[in-house]
């Protein structure tokens, strides 16, 4: 057994997928999902870097913790799995809960950073949507995630993108239908419990901050908000995007990624 967080997620018996050389990039997935939602991107990145991706606990290939947790200890388990990889420093990307953690990580972790990319996150949710996340905690422990599909895809993606059923589309609702109850429940609550207001501000490293133009208002908020916080920080907007902005405009996205870790900021 390998090194655990204190809330005993295992930090290191977790499928780890990596790809490519070059200097490492952490990929972190949204709620719900698994690894795969980043690849296009890691397909994009080819040549570029050496991207890293496992499943957060009770997500894909991850088996649910038997306790409550925090986002502290997914950054935690972060820190491990690179221990684990041999990786003393990385650039960690995160799209919406994978971005609270990769902002906690950046914080508490400066040492182990090269570059941040904040994805369609905030640092702190308001009282609406706390209450939100315990519903939907609730819902998913009584019937399962995929009932909850059909809304949660028109908050992640704009009508057209999923009237078209896109490959993106069918991918998350899959996910939805296979992850685990107790799992997704688990990681609502961390986030409704999570305030990282503070933590962004002792972000030191190079930050670029991405998110959907047509995410709802308050990641719109928490996106300028975090670039407005973060002292070395950037903002970049995905046009006709909602919040699973790099799957709805993946060239975008990636081209912004490409950018950012290959010279930083823009005139460099």
Do not use: N
């Amino acid at each position: 057994m390998g090194p655990m967080t204190q809330a005993g997620l295992s930090a290191v018996d977790v499928r780890r997928h990596r790809t490519g050389t070059g200097p490492a990039l952490v990929l972190l997935h949204c709620l719900g999902v698994d690894h795969g939602i980043w690849d296009a991107t890691v397909a994009a990145l080819s040549g570029v870097c050496c991207t890293l991706r496992y499943d957060f606990p009770g997500h894909g290939e991850s088996a649910a913790p038997v306790s409550p947790y925090t986002i502290g200890d997914l950054s935690a388990q972060l820190r491990d799995v690179l221990d684990a990889e041999g990786i003393l420093r990385a650039s960690v990307a995160g799209i919406s809960l994978g971005g609270l953690v990769a902002q906690h990580f950046g914080a508490v972790y400066p040492e182990r950073v090269e570059r941040l990319v904040l994805v369609d996150t905030t640092p702190c949710y308001s009282d609406a949507l706390r209450a939100m996340w315990a519903e939907r905690a609730a819902t998913a422990r009584r019937k399962g995630v995929g009932v909850l599909a059909d809304a949660l895809l028109d908050i992640w993606f704009t009508p057209a993108f999923v009237a078209a059923d896109a490959d993106a589309v069918r991918y998350v609702r899959a996910c939805f239908e296979r992850t685990s109850r107790e799992g997704y429940a688990l990681a609502c609550e961390a986030l409704a419990r999570a305030d990282l207001r503070l933590l962004a501000r002792a972000i030191t490293v190079p930050t670029l901050v991405v998110c959907g133009t047509e995410d709802i208002p308050e990641f719109v908020e928490a996106a300028r908000r975090l670039a407005e916080t973060i002292p070395d920080a950037r903002l970049e907007w995905l046009a006709g995007a909602r919040h699973a902005s790099p799957l709805e405009q993946p060239g975008a996205f990636s081209a912004l990624l490409r950018e950012f870790l290959g010279t930083g900021r823009r005139g460099d």
